[in-house]
């Protein structure tokens, strides 16, 4: 083990008061007590030592750490800029900027955006993301990947579709429009991911949406049916195994009397 300087060990017990305060200087004096080594007279690493000192995970740590950096990026673009805008208060705020690994002055610019979004108050964690989101398509348009018929999953954007597969059926600049076995939505490319099948696999899944709309346009199914449906809408294969297919047969049976 390393033996600290009195001076060390006294910037240290400085450091770790600071941890207790605000995200700002927590993640400023997390991140000057790994520059500077100063847990190594008795840690073998820094992981180990906020463990067991501050109790705090790796990947806490690191948001705290990224939270602060972002947050200067923030304050001197603001300064440069000779704007008065409200400033983060709390770390979650700040983890879409630093998540999307913008530059300092994107990041000032994405703050900027967020205020204004919350009338000139300190935006939420929702409303940065948002203008993350937004100032990415406008700097970086989104190129659409998708063809129609090609079969995808939603992982997020559609409310009760997450991870549900769908067929695309209209394709636009940064968007498509897409048939679930029930409905159809407006998805932005960001949030389909496609799923990789050989065109005899695409041809069951286009088999297996047949059956499912041909028992949604009946209407009225019991919570059992709905129960199977929204089971098979998240399948992340093209054939059912024999549980499924009986169970899909019993309500084919059932409401269309084959």
Not at 43 to 55: A, I, K, P, R
Not at 193 to 215: H, I, N, V, Y
Request: charged letters at 25%.
């Amino acid at each position: 083990m390393y033996v600290l300087s009195p001076q060390e060990q006294q910037l240290r017990d400085k450091l770790e008061q600071q941890v207790l305060t605000g995200f700002v200087l927590r993640g400023q004096a997390l991140r000057t007590i790994k520059r500077l080594r100063l847990y190594r007279d008795s840690y073998d690493n820094f992981e180990s030592y906020c463990e067991d000192v501050f109790g705090f995970s790796m990947l806490y740590i690191e948001r705290c750490m990224r939270a602060a950096e972002t947050y200067y990026q923030i304050v001197e673009y603001l300064k440069t800029q000779g704007l008065k805008e409200a400033l983060p208060n709390k770390q979650k705020q700040l983890r879409p900027i630093f998540q999307a690994h913008l530059s300092p002055i994107e990041a000032g610019e994405v703050w900027v955006m967020a205020v204004d979004i919350a009338l000139g108050k300190v935006p939420s964690y929702s409303m940065v993301k948002t203008a993350v989101k937004t100032y990415l398509n406008q700097k970086y348009p989104p190129v659409n990947p998708f063809t129609e018929g090609q079969i995808c999953r939603i992982s997020s954007g559609i409310k009760g579709k997450l991870h549900c597969w769908c067929v695309i059926s209209e394709v636009r600049k940064d968007k498509c429009v897409v048939d679930t076995w029930d409905s159809q939505y407006v998805v932005s490319v960001e949030d389909l991911q496609e799923m990789k099948f050989t065109p005899a696999e695409s041809e069951q899944m286009l088999d297996l949406g047949e059956r499912m709309t041909a028992l949604a346009e009946v209407g009225d199914l019991d919570e059992a049916a709905m129960w199977v449906l929204r089971g098979l809408e998240k399948l992340n294969r093209s054939t059912l195994n024999s549980i499924e297919e009986r169970l899909l047969q019993l309500l084919e049976d059932e409401y269309l009397g084959y």
